[in-house]
């Protein structure tokens, strides 16, 4: 029997193969259809705003933790050190504070009298987000900023940075939710008369002096494990933003109600990618016809480099097009209005400062360490 020889298909020109006809005039018809680029007219400065925002609040809460060290400096040294009044400004930096407080005033009707800043801070960033998706990760917090130039100086020394796969950065990107569902839980246990008792116990009243303990006599395990957030940061874009921040995590929650999105116009829109590359949450712009999801931040990265005319913009929801978009600087705006508007309102009606006679600091700040949480002093022998 003669051996029988397998013949791989011709692959000389003019032999095609059945339906290659069909994808190779289909590949032809894409080629022709594919759209032509209109240049954007103008230039793009959101991110020039947006960094002006950044630093702003950067060096207005570096003037608020000078002075409130000044203060415990002054509290620790039992008034012997020139005298610094408390900036209530630094209970920006208690967010589970500021969602007890927020709770306290809806349930009782009432501004609380200690600590009260907390409450009007929370209000405003929770706004901030509501209305302008998210912006106080991207345009006030400074940890949000810090994180972000940290992630740039990485791509720009290194040449790149890391994206996780999909069955990794999704179970991560889950444990800011577990983490703030705790908080959540731990706050919606709390009756309006537990909150102001909590406020008004000596833990309550130093717990930011505690949180500046913390890192004033940062112990050896502490700072590794902040020094792996910074060197992970360098790799991984906005790593502790993505991953670990239960207040970001609330921040997006809220925004998902937001009446703004980025939207993508796909008449103009000439598939390059630029904006999903450029995208600091990693989603997948050039794919999607508006963002909704809890992770755009709407920093503007993506609209700023888009290269096509109209193609991307700031938009109320339902609607596309350059009329109809919101400029980085009537964003900018609408945060400084709600921002200054809420602190301006509180100080002008005496709800901004908190109120307690010297002697009470005096006394518990050189103590703080040694105050307890009142759930666990309670039960302590």
Not at 93 to 107: A, C, D, H, S
Request: glycine share 8%.
């Amino acid at each position: 029997m003669g051996a029988t020889t397998l013949q791989a298909p011709s692959s000389r020109r003019g032999d095609t193969l059945p339906g290659e006809n069909e994808v190779v005039e289909s590949k032809n018809e894409l080629r022709r259809m594919r759209k032509k680029l209109v240049r954007r007219s103008g230039r793009d400065n959101s991110q020039q705003i947006r960094l002006g925002v950044q630093a702003l609040f950067l060096i207005l809460n570096s003037w608020i933790g000078l002075q409130f060290y000044l203060f415990v400096r002054w509290a620790e040294s039992g008034g012997q050190t020139p005298a610094v009044s408390r900036p209530a400004g630094v209970e920006g930096w208690l967010p589970i504070e500021g969602m007890m407080q927020f709770k306290y005033t809806i349930l009782t009707g009432h501004f609380p009298v200690l600590h009260p800043a907390a409450f009007f801070l929370f209000t405003a960033f929770a706004l901030s987000s509501l209305l302008f998706r998210k912006a106080f990760c991207s345009w006030l917090c400074p940890v949000g900023s810090v994180s972000e130039y940290l992630w740039k100086l990485g791509r720009g020394t290194f040449g790149r940075n890391f994206i996780f796969p999909k069955w990794l950065d999704y179970p991560l990107r889950a444990l800011k939710y577990l983490l703030l569902s705790f908080f959540v839980y731990a706050v919606a246990m709390m009756s309006a008369s537990a909150i102001s008792d909590f406020v008004a116990s000596p833990y309550g009243i130093v717990v930011d002096v505690r949180m500046l303990n913390f890192f004033r006599f940062i112990g050896t395990t502490t700072a590794i494990v902040l020094s792996g957030f910074v060197l992970a940061s360098l790799f991984v874009r906005n790593f502790w933003c993505r991953y670990l921040c239960p207040y970001g995590a609330l921040m997006g929650l809220i925004s998902l109600f937001s009446p703004l999105r980025i939207s993508r116009n796909e008449s103009a829109c000439i598939d390059c990618a630029k904006c999903a590359k450029a995208c600091p949450s990693v989603l997948p712009v050039d794919k999607l016809i508006q963002i909704r999801s809890a992770e755009c931040t709407g920093c503007l990265e993506c609209v700023a480099v888009c290269p096509a005319q109209d193609a991307l913009s700031l938009n109320l929801i339902g609607s596309t097009g350059a009329r109809h978009r919101l400029p980085a600087w009537q964003l900018a705006a609408g945060i400084g209005i709600i921002f200054f508007g809420l602190v301006g309102y509180a100080k002008l009606n005496d709800h901004w400062q908190t109120h307690l006679p010297q002697q009470v600091f005096l006394k518990l700040v050189p103590a703080a360490g040694e105050q307890h949480h009142p759930m666990i002093g309670d039960n302590r022998e």
